[in-house]
Each structure stands twice: as structure tokens, then as C-alpha cells.
T-cell receptor, first 109, second 112 residues
Framework: AQRVTQPEKLLSVFKGAPVELKCNYSYSGSPELFWYVQYSRQRLQLLLRHISRESIKGFTADLNKGETSFHLKKPFAQEEDSAMYYCALLSSNTGKLIFGQGTTLQVKP | KAGVTQTPRYLIKTRGQQVTLSCSPISGHRSVSWYQQTPGQGLQFLFEYFSETQRNKGNFPGRFSGRQFSNSRSEMNVSTLELGDSALYLC???????????FGPGTRLTVL
């Protein structure tokens, strides 16, 4: 079955602390993975995708096929990073974007 | 470029009624996907349209249908509404050759 799991509903850290939002997936084949973010009262927007190997707003994510993970990391959290983060997998055979349940990141001052 | 727009933003209906939601993609985008977002089930894929054809479909009953017009605008219809259809309905568009989806603000449907 194709599935995305985000084990933490809520992650609370202090400003300046490192952040790691976990994402594990189940997919047979080569997955295409994304992180989307939704700030308060804003629309869902793409943060980054694994094929770009980019860093956006200080966030990075590395695809680990052995552990079937795509964790999102940032070395120093900022208050403006507080938002809901969704990990998503694009199924190449169905064209569906499969989302995890989301993790709320709360960065405290 | 203007972003994805959805109308209406809010809708209240009663059980048994039907509803039509509209989505205008970013100019030049030909693919439109629809998602249902609820607190319990999260974000679930409904269907995707490309060049007026349904290309992919999620696991929703036949009461959920959609279509796409020649200008790439898309509509989603839900017939015989049930209480459980209360949700935020999101649409997203993507440009040819890329899997980057751009989301609209959503339509909040409440079924009483």
C-alpha cells in the first residue's frame, strides 16, 4: 500500500533549537516526495521536493530509500517557522498526491 | 501571475442537496486536482483533470464528480450531500512537465 506517515501531530521547540519533522513512506518503485507547508490563514504551499535537493527557508530534506524516510530538518528554528507541515508522495502510476496527516510545528520564543 | 482561485469560499448546505464548486487554475496550467481536507482524514485526493479529461481518481463515491472546461477551469460537484461531506475542498493546478502543485485557498463546505 502507498502510505505516508508523519508520527508526530505536534512538535514544539524553542527558537534557535534544531528541528526535525519526521516522514516515512511506503511505496514500491521510485517515489517523488514533497514537503508542503501551511502558515496560519494562508494556503497550502510547496516548501521543497526531493528531486530539487534544494534548501528553502533553511529547511532541507534528504530521501533515504533504505529507511524509506524523508525527514525535514532545520538547524535553527525561527518563530516564523510555526505552521502545519505535510509530507506528500506522488504516485507515478495513479498520479495521486498522497499526504501524511501533518505535523504542527510550534516554535516558542 | 494570479494564483489559483476558488469560488465560493464558504458554503452552507443541507443534507440531500447538491453543490458545485469552482476552481480557476494559474494561467497556462492545464492540470487541476481536487482534494478533500478534514480533521479526521486529513488531505485526500479526489480526482485530477488534464485537458478536459479525468486522468486520475481517488477512492470517493460516485456522488463526487467533476469536469474541466477548455479554458482549464474546473468544477466539482457533490450530489445528495451527507453530513460527512463537510470539509475544506482544495484545488491545485500544475504546469506541464512539472509535478509542482499550486493550491487555492479552498472552499469550506458545511452540511447541516
Amino acid at each position: 500500500a502507498q502510505r505516508v506517515t508523519q508520527p508526530e501531530k505536534l512538535l514544539s521547540v524553542f527558537k534557535g533549537a534544531p528541528v526535525e519533522l519526521k516522514c516515512n513512506y511506503s511505496y514500491s518503485g521510485s517515489p517523488e516526495l514533497f514537503w508542503y507547508v501551511q502558515y496560519s490563514r494562508q494556503r497550502l504551499q510547496l516548501l521543497l521536493r526531493h528531486i530539487s535537493r534544494e534548501s528553502i527557508k533553511g529547511f532541507t530534506a534528504d530521501l533515504n530509500k533504505g529507511e524509506t524516510s524523508f525527514h525535514l530538518k532545520k538547524p535553527f528554528a525561527q518563530e516564523e517557522d510555526s505552521a502545519m507541515y505535510y509530507c506528500a508522495l506522488l504516485s507515478s502510476n495513479t498520479g495521486k498526491l498522497i499526504f501524511g496527516q501533518g505535523t504542527t510545528l510550534q516554535v516558542k520564543p | 501571475k494570479a494564483g489559483v482561485t476558488q469560488t465560493p469560499r464558504y458554503l452552507i448546505k443541507t443534507r440531500g442537496q447538491q453543490v458545485t464548486l469552482s476552481c480557476s487554475p494559474i494561467s497556462g496550467h492545464r492540470s487541476v486536482s481536487w482534494y478533500q481536507q478534514t480533521p479526521g482524514q486529513g488531505l485526500q485526493f479526489l480526482f485530477e483533470y488534464f485537458s478536459e479529461t479525468q486522468r486520475n481518481k481517488g477512492n470517493f463515491p460516485g456522488r463526487f464528480s467533476g469536469r474541466q472546461f477548455s479554458n482549464s477551469r474546473s468544477e466539482m460537484n457533490v450530489s445528495t450531500l451527507e453530513l460527512g461531506d463537510s470539509a475544506l475542498y482544495l484545488c491545485a493546478s500544475s504546469s506541464p512537465g512539472t509535478n509542482k502543485q499550486f493550491f487555492g485557498p479552498g472552499t469550506r463546505l458545511t452540511v447541516l
